[in-house]
């Protein structure tokens, strides 16, 4: 079993709908990255998270430590949206372990 | 400055060829690392350095040889490679926290 595991695997979705990414973990961490890859391979960091709730644009990642939990919500959701959104978690200072990706697709 | 760069953008290399991947930053980063990504798979650590020198090395082979020359620089020698090797190589460097991503070198090996 992977140390993080993120559902759906595959997720298209109509323009304007509230998208919801979900991320599980199962060790300890020090920090939750929520992380986007375009196709052509550039990754871009969205969030880092250690508790509570972060937002930031149409964007907004949270996190439930106890239930070792985190969603990412993109809300009125657009098609250059479409993406890959991986989340990852921080073991110890510099150690990142990736769940396998959510691949986004956002039809006009 | 908040950007990693990477050269070259596309590599394709023999299996007897010597190649290097270049990754530099300046973002005053002390941390910067080497990542290997698969097509539709998670990138993998492939090795960190921390403060000019090698903190991780995850049981990467020795045809992969990793430098640090100094802070903003860090490269990737390649010699004698597989087919199976060719993927995307990722660099990204960190201070504290958020890793910043080099767009990557997509790497093809005949």
């Known amino acids: 079993k992977n140390e993080v595991e993120q559902s759906p695997q595959n997720l298209t979705a109509q323009e304007g709908e509230f998208i919801t990414i979900n991320c599980s973990y199962s060790v300890g961490i020090s920090a939750l990255h929520w992380l986007q890859q375009h196709p052509g391979g550039g990754i871009v960091s969205l969030f880092m998270?250690?508790?509570g709730k972060k937002k930031h644009g149409r964007l907004i990642a949270t996190i439930n430590i106890q239930e070792k939990h985190s969603s990412l919500h993109i809300t009125a959701s657009h098609p250059r949206d479409s993406a890959v959104y991986i989340c990852a978690v921080r073991k110890g200072a510099q150690k990142l372990v990736f769940g396998q990706g959510t691949r986004l697709t956002i039809n006009p | 400055d908040t950007e990693v760069t990477q050269t070259p953008k596309h590599l394709v290399m023999g299996m007897t060829n010597k190649k290097s991947l270049k990754c530099e930053q300046h973002m005053g980063h002390r941390a910067m690392y080497w990542y290997k990504q698969k097509a539709k798979k998670p990138p993998e650590l492939m090795f960190v350095y921390s403060y000019e020198k090698l903190s991780i090395n995850e049981s990467v082979p020795s045809r992969f040889s990793p430098e640090c020359p100094n802070s903003s620089l860090l490269n990737l020698h390649l010699h004698a490679l597989q087919p199976e090797d060719s993927a995307l190589y990722l660099c990204?460097?960190?201070?504290?926290?958020?890793?910043?991503f080099g767009p990557g070198t997509r790497l093809t090996v005949l």
């Open positions: 998270l250690s508790s």
């Open positions: 990204a460097s960190s201070q504290v926290g958020t890793q910043y």
